[in-house]
């Protein structure tokens, strides 16, 4: 049964096609229409503010509705921003488009960890959490490797391959919907499912678990009680200090790589190569880090995934030019630090990936452990934040460089380690 549940949420997460179609849309706009590539970066930001707000009306509508109506719901809403690229009439269809998707790309980063850590038990609860980001990981791993082979002697986005690319993503996200709708059950504990209790009063920073017995029902869930209980733990607001990091981390590798990739080679294959990458990456680092952390520990996976992240934000300095975060530049005048080469972004792709599927494990995890019995607000508060994050990302690019972006995501590696290995250390 849990090796259904997490195939099953691993093909409803088909859905992170949504990865591949996002880098290529600033590239696309600007070569196969007449609308300037910054309103990629707008519609970008009219989609997180979307997410912000699918953090408010989550919880309402799963408790209405129920998992199953939920997730079709969600999962049909991603397509929006794909049919929104293939018939472009202006920037205000994208921009709509990109709303409605972020419905659902907000509510699915909720829902999803919400399941696998409710159907988990804590000594199960990161073994599981790595399955399901192998899971996760399998959307953008197909999704860059099509496009991959689609673009390969591909110099110029016209419309016709742009509507190609967006088609086979609604496609996709069609079936996932289908298959969430069918096969997802809802996410109920079951009575003997080991609970983390309160650090502060049973075993304090000694990692000591509770059983509870059948006996000992908890009163009925209430938010307000819950929200009052969280408020008084640190842990909650500590877990909002890597969201920066992750709005940072991947607002650089979903719109300002990919448009600045153009400005280093007329490759156009490389856009996608980035995101097969990046998925190969995830994908073994999920299948390696929880054996790396049984032969150390969480703390020690955290500083050594920090120290690839500061390796590859430095070689992108190295590589990217200044200005090609919000104009393609001439490949022969771009003005770089080292001669650009793709094995280079090759480099650059693979440590953001094989570093940030440690960071999300651990992170979610732990999260699961602090939210306690509240995953589906704590999750959907912890949605809201993100989307704070990464919609400033967003602005980033046209009020600093893409060199001065760079050092931003080097001081979010170091307090997002710090807060994990520091602030959360109870919990790991």
Known sequence: KQWYQRRVRGMSLCMMANAPATSLQNVALDESTEIDLNVGYNAEIVKYVACLLSGVIFHPIYKTIGIKLTALLVTLLQASNFVSMIWIVNEWIIYVGYFLAGIGTGSLWIMWPMVVVNNSSIPESQKNMSWWWVAVSLGPLLGGLVNYFYFLNVTEITTANRQMVYGICVAITVISATVATIFVTDANKSKDQIMLQDLGRVGEGTGTYV???????????????????????????????????????????????????????????????????????????????????????????????????????????????KGAATEILNVET????????????????????LADSCVSIIYFTVAGRVYEDGTSLGFSINNSGF????????????????????????????????AITVGLRKYL
């Open 211 to 321: 059983a509870l017995e059948e006996s000992n029902v908890k009163e009925p869930f209430s938010a307000r009680v819950w929200f009052k209980k969280m408020v008084k733990r640190p842990a909650f607001w500590i877990l909002f200090i890597p969201l920066l990091y992750w709005g940072s981390i991947w607002g650089f590798f979903a719109k300002i790589l990919p448009t600045a990739l153009p400005s280093i080679s007329n490759e156009r294959k490389l856009i996608p190569l980035t995101t097969l990458v990046v998925s190969v990456g995830m994908i073994t680092g999920s299948l390696l880090w929880n054996h790396i952390a049984r032969l150390t520990n969480n703390t020690f996976c955290i500083i050594v995934i920090s120290l690839m992240h500061f390796t590859a934000i430095i070689l992108s300095i190295l590589t990217f030019p």
């Open 334 to 353: 771009a003005v770089t630090y080292i001669k650009p080469h793709s094995a280079y972004v090759i480099v650059i792709s693979a440590l953001i990936g």
């Open 387 to 418: 989307s704070v994050f990464y919609i400033i990302s967003m602005f980033a690019p046209s009020l600093f460089d893409l060199h001065a972006y760079c050092y931003v995501m080097l001081g979010s590696v170091l307090l997002m380690c710090l």
